[in-house]
């Protein structure tokens, strides 16, 4: 069973920035693709962000240029660089992990979630 803590979470202003980690419990990590995705009260679960095993990323369109993925492999962690933060990007955001080293097309395919970390944006 693979566990994943995310941290980093919580109250910033609008304009400012925040680096949310994902840390799993697995020794294979290097082999997993992870991803970022975000929930607002009362809508879907979305994605952010996704990097395979291979270090191919992906963003959503409309995230780019604000939102970056990266992984340390070597501390089992990927990390989500939230800059120029607006009170739209106020969410629970989870980390997700596939072993298959390639991200699924669909939110729900992954093999694994956090628990999620609280991002507040403040206007």
């Known amino acids: 069973q693979v566990q994943l803590v995310e941290s980093g979470g919580g109250l910033v202003q609008a304009g400012g920035s925040l680096r949310l980690s994902c840390a799993a419990s697995v020794r294979t990590f290097r082999a997993y693709a992870m991803g970022w995705f975000r929930q607002a009260p009362g809508k879907e679960r979305e994605l952010v962000t996704t990097i395979s095993s291979g270090g191919s990323t992906y963003c959503t369109d409309s995230l780019k240029g604000r939102f970056t993925i990266s992984r340390d492999n070597a501390k089992n962690t990927v990390y989500l660089q939230m800059n120029s933060l607006k009170p739209e990007d106020t969410a629970v955001y989870y980390c997700?992990?596939?072993?298959?080293?390639?991200?699924?097309?669909?939110?729900?395919?992954?093999?694994?979630w956090g628990q999620g970390t609280q991002v507040t944006v403040s206007s």
């Open positions: 997700a992990a596939e072993p298959s080293g390639t991200p699924p097309s669909r939110t729900y395919a992954w093999a694994y």
